[in-house]
């Protein structure tokens, strides 16, 4: 008798005499299953690999834009540390040269804040492919379950909502994950997701009517009045229940501002905000609305159609949720960048040279944090949990994620699971995206076997021979001029400025 489930999909053939009709699923553990086989679905294979069946698979094609050639390009290969870094990339990582020019379609689809923190490199074509091959060995070694993806710093979510739009498209029509738990410490935003799933739609035009209010007062006056009434954004939404119109509002004041800063705003450690606002025009305020309506729409359906739960909690209280059959992606606070590399035999890589950069408001990012980053890493790897972890690619971190790696891989190997690569703003910052497996899991053991092959047969570069590092003729066209020189521009005003803001609006 065949079975399938009603959620995810899989079919399932039962031998026994008990019916399994209305049973869990094995596979999702949420949906359940049904006599019959369907017309759609997907089944096992003796090495619990998911083979589809008619699956339809969303249109999906990688969209490229312009790109940079040559090493050269890079502040961080210049200088007096430049060789030694570049030796470094080269040596202990995978430099994946197209990864900022590969992006997911429709990049800014999910981008409910903007500027923000973290969006576009979660945007990356390599980055939903990497999730994708993950998640995909990480069912096979959990025999046929799929994993939940942890997010224990979700932020605007950009790799949950991407993952869940786009996974199955690059999955053969099979999703990747059965559930999605994250966590942060940015109460606006969490709130935000729990009002988007009590309201539905009607957050996307409640939100739309009151920012056409606030867009069309005195901005020199409503700018620091906003600014002001989140002094006590951390204390109302403790409670969200106390008195949800006051919430409600509250949290369309934080998408408000952050939506009209220069650059991106920043928690102060109070919960207040700090940032610098645009001045836009009214033609330009017109223009915005339209995409905040267009975008918080898209991300509300994504919330909706998705298995997800979000707490307002450290880090370390999300990892401890993890199981062995599962895949947290720690996108971390990132400290500042060096290209310094520590000497060998260093006992602590992760904290050389580590200073803190503030980059997320919310306390020191430095070497402290850093560590507790990489034994609550080494705690889930040790307990089967599948990682992947995203940073700055400072020679510390790298070398001591690369030291969690574990599962008998040779010390050659181990550049096979750390990929660098620049940052998506910047010309003078380099990336790292690490695999750590967990113990026991053979099959996400193997991804960089069928991961590489994938990215270079849809127009990426040819990691494993290096091909960003290759002598060869440099000639720039118009779409690689008109891709580079806003990051040229935003580098040189960024160095010229010295600081993030030119003025601050803080509580």
């Known amino acids: 008798m065949y079975y399938h489930?009603?959620?995810?999909?899989?079919?399932?053939?039962?031998?026994?005499?008990?019916?399994?009709?209305?049973?869990?699923?094995?596979?999702?553990?949420?949906?359940?299953?049904?006599?019959?086989?369907?017309?759609?679905?997907?089944?096992?294979?003796?090495?619990?690999?998911?083979?589809?069946?008619?699956?339809?698979?969303?249109?999906?094609?990688?969209?490229?834009?312009?790109?940079?050639?040559?090493?050269?390009?890079?502040?961080?290969?210049?200088?007096?540390?430049?060789?030694?870094?570049?030796?470094?990339?080269?040596?202990?990582?995978?430099?994946?040269?197209?990864?900022?020019?590969?992006?997911?379609?429709?990049?800014?689809?999910?981008?409910?804040?903007?500027?923000?923190?973290?969006?576009?490199?979660?945007?990356?074509?390599?980055?939903?492919?990497?999730?994708?091959?993950?998640?995909?060995?990480?069912?096979?070694?959990?025999?046929?379950?799929?994993?939940?993806?942890?997010?224990?710093?979700?932020?605007?979510?950009?790799?949950?909502?991407?993952?869940?739009?786009?996974?199955?498209?690059?999955?053969?029509?099979?999703?990747?994950?059965?559930?999605?738990?994250?966590?942060?410490?940015?109460?606006?935003?969490?709130?935000?997701?729990?009002?988007?799933?009590?309201?539905?739609?009607?957050?996307?035009?409640?939100?739309?009517?009151?920012?056409?209010?606030?867009?069309?007062?005195?901005?020199?006056?409503?700018?620091?009045?906003?600014?002001?009434?989140?002094?006590?954004?951390?204390?109302?939404?403790?409670?969200?229940?106390?008195?949800?119109?006051?919430?409600?509002?509250?949290?369309?004041?934080?998408?408000?501002?952050?939506?009209?800063?220069?650059?991106?705003?920043?928690?102060?450690?109070?919960?207040?905000?700090?940032?610098?606002?645009?001045?836009?025009?009214?033609?330009?305020?017109?223009?915005?609305?339209e995409r905040e309506r267009t975008r918080l729409g898209a991300v509300v359906a994504q919330v909706l159609a998705v298995d997800f739960s979000v707490e307002c909690q450290d880090f370390r209280l999300t990892c401890a949720e993890a199981e062995p059959g599962d895949v947290v992606v720690l996108d971390c606070p990132f400290p500042a960048f060096t290209t310094l590399v520590p000497p060998l035999g260093h006992p602590s890589p992760e904290t050389f040279r580590t200073q803190a950069a503030h980059t997320y408001g919310v306390g020191d990012d430095g070497a402290e944090l850093q560590q507790a980053i990489l034994k609550a890493a080494a705690d889930l790897v040790a307990n089967g949990t599948t990682v992947v972890l995203c940073n700055f690619a400072n020679p510390g971190l790298v070398r001591a994620y690369s030291e969690l790696v574990q599962n008998g891989v040779a010390t050659e190997d181990l550049k096979y699971f750390t990929y660098t690569y620049r940052s998506p703003s910047t010309t003078s910052e380099a990336y790292q995206l690490t695999i750590l497996p967990g113990l026991g899991n053979a099959n996400v053991t193997r991804v960089p076997t069928t991961l590489l092959p994938a990215w270079l047969a849809c127009g990426g570069d040819d990691v494993a021979q290096q091909e960003f590092f290759a002598p060869r003729q440099r000639t720039r066209t118009a779409a690689d001029l008109a891709y580079q020189d806003p990051h040229d521009a935003s580098e040189e005003e960024r160095q010229n400025e010295g600081s993030d803001y030119e003025m601050s609006l803080e509580d």
């Open 5 to 289: 489930c009603d959620r995810c999909g899989y079919i399932h053939h039962h031998t026994g005499a008990r019916d399994q009709h209305g049973l869990p699923c094995r596979a999702c553990g949420s949906g359940r299953l049904l006599r019959g086989y369907p017309d759609h679905g997907y089944l096992l294979t003796d090495t619990f690999h998911a083979e589809p069946h008619n699956l339809p698979v969303p249109a999906y094609q990688p969209v490229l834009t312009g790109q940079m050639g040559t090493p050269g390009d890079f502040n961080y290969f210049s200088g007096v540390a430049g060789q030694p870094f570049l030796e470094f990339v080269r040596r202990r990582t995978c430099y994946v040269g197209r990864f900022t020019n590969l992006s997911v379609p429709q990049a800014d689809r999910f981008g409910w804040l903007s500027p923000y923190t973290g969006n576009k490199h979660n945007r990356s074509h390599f980055t939903q492919l990497v999730l994708a091959h993950v998640a995909r060995a990480k069912f096979a070694d959990n025999r046929g379950r799929l994993p939940r993806l942890i997010e224990p710093f979700v932020g605007s979510g950009q790799i949950f909502l991407n993952s869940s739009c786009w996974g199955p498209a690059i999955n053969d029509g099979i999703p990747l994950f059965r559930s999605v738990l994250a966590g942060d410490l940015n109460h606006y935003v969490v709130v935000a997701y729990r009002l988007m799933r009590q309201h539905g739609r009607s957050f996307v035009t409640a939100y739309v009517k009151q920012s056409a209010i606030w867009d069309h007062l005195a901005q020199a006056q409503v700018y620091p009045q906003l600014i002001a009434d989140l002094r006590e954004g951390r204390e109302l939404l403790a409670d969200p229940d106390a008195d949800p119109a006051h919430v409600l509002k509250t949290v369309f004041k934080y998408i408000w501002l952050v939506n009209r800063c220069v650059r991106g705003t920043k928690l102060t450690d109070t919960g207040g905000l700090v940032g610098t606002p645009k001045g836009l025009s009214e033609e330009q305020l017109d223009e915005l609305r």
